[in-house]
């Protein structure tokens, strides 16, 4: 490989992070920059919809991010940090990019890892109030909110993992609390209908209350009852307007590619990349991170993004080795990546814990445990035309979560 070829890593989330530790150990000896929009090291984002937002601690945000900050693994004390500085565009075949500031820096490998922003809604109405839940920042925002005064009143709209999370929280707290979600039961596009419904039961059993199968059309404010014009009302487009202190939006996300455009990649959602993340329509580029697109052939052929916590360290080891063969002009190592997707969320006493895709299967077979009684403990497994495609387990122990991760192990493909 030629001395000091330059690696740019753009994105300093943990996706990030691992890559430049991944590079080191991969054997890349040259000078690496990773670009962070944000002004902290990388630090652990699940906390901010949990534990973060519940602790009062949560009201200084550069505090927050240290406490919550990753360890550095050694080998990377040489990599630097560019932060608070946003990429805003690169030239992939002219190996430069350009940041928010100006600065512009030219590289000879690339490492895409800017992930995801929380989707907003477009609705008429005020904005002061509204809040989402991505950076610490935002839990500050959030946190500071709900702690002006003693018990408010909180809509969240989204009841997908961050949005479930955040209410379980904020109802811990002693706020009034209500989900709304047109698509369903919560998290049923990934658990199923049977867990969702369960998973239902047992938050409203703890005073949270669920509107489901209606959007939101609009949000009402009142300059002269909060002084600034601040939300007080979500309209619903059942015609109910439901009373609102603080909104919550967990409505999805948005792939930051924007800073790609012009280079004719393919960016309809995420970062299309091969089975090595090799980015599709780039020589020397790789992807890290759920805005990696790619093919899993433990499932199937499909490029599929996955944001599922275990995907950043995975595909930064993956990525690091192809990166590497492509900057010494040698093919990416050709055993098929087959990475296992694994996610857990602590809400209301339940620890859900996953591995594999259960969003991919058409039968949910029950088996240990009661849907009705989830904290007594439940095993979903997670079948597509008959095959394995994941696991649920709530509140299971630990050792036996490592026998359901094991269980993968067997369909992982070989050369």
């Known amino acids: 490989m030629p001395a000091h070829q330059h690696v740019a890593v753009v994105g300093a989330s943990l996706a990030g992070l691992r890559a430049a530790e991944q590079l080191r150990a991969a054997g890349h000896d040259g000078p690496i920059t990773v670009f962070g929009a944000e002004p902290h090291l990388p630090y652990n984002r699940p906390p901010l919809s949990k534990e973060a937002l519940a602790d009062p601690r949560a009201a200084e945000p550069s505090g927050l991010a240290e406490r919550l900050s990753f360890r550095r693994r050694a080998g990377i004390a040489d990599v630097e940090f560019r932060l608070g500085d946003p990429v805003t565009s690169t030239d992939l075949a002219a190996g430069t990019l350009a940041t928010e500031s100006g600065h512009r820096t030219a590289y000879d490998g690339l490492v895409v890892a800017t992930g995801l922003r929380p989707r907003r809604l477009v609705t008429p109405g005020p904005t002061a109030g509204r809040h989402v839940l991505r950076t610490v920042e935002d839990c500050h925002g959030l ?30 707290l002693g706020h009034t609390v209500t989900v709304v979600e047109p698509a369903g039961p919560p998290m049923a596009r990934v658990i199923g209908d049977v867990l969702a419904a369960a998973v239902q039961r047992h938050h409203e059993a703890a005073g949270i209350r669920f509107v489901l199968g209606t959007g939101v059309t609009a949000f009402t404010g009142d300059d002269r009852v909060t002084g600034d014009d601040r939300v ?54 790789v992807a890290v991170g759920d805005i990696a697109r790619f093919p899993n052939p433990l499932f199937d052929e499909v490029p599929r ?9 995975d595909t930064a080891k993956r990525a690091a080795a192809t990166l590497v063969a492509l900057l010494a002009g040698e093919l990416p190592d050709g055993v098929p990546f087959a990475p296992v997707p694994s996610f857990w969320s602590d809400q209301l006493g339940l620890r859900l814990q996953s591995y594999g895709s259960p969003a991919l299967a058409d039968e949910v077979r029950i088996a240990e445990g009661d849907p009705h009684h989830l904290p007594g403990g439940l095993l979903a497994r997670y079948h597509r035309d008959g095959r394995l495609v994941g ?24 050369a």
């Open 143 to 172: 946190s500071a909110a709900v702690r002006r005064r003693g018990s408010v009143r909180v809509v969240v709209i989204g009841a997908g993992f961050i949005g479930c999370e955040a209410a379980a929280t904020l109802s811990t």
């Open 232 to 285: 007080t009302g979500v309209v619903l487009d059942s015609g109910e307007t439901l009373p609102a202190d603080v909104v919550v939006e967990a409505v999805g996300s948005v792939c930051n590619t924007e800073w790609l455009e012009g280079n004719g990649l393919p960016l309809g959602d995420g970062v299309l990349t091969d089975n090595h993340l090799q980015v599709a329509g780039a020589s020397r580029a």
């Open 305 to 313: 993004r996955v944001e599922h916590w275990s995907i950043p360290t």
């Open 391 to 414: 696991t649920l387990a709530v509140n299971i122990p630990p050792a036996r979560q490592r026998d359901l991760r094991s269980e993968f192990a067997v369909l992982v493909p070989t």
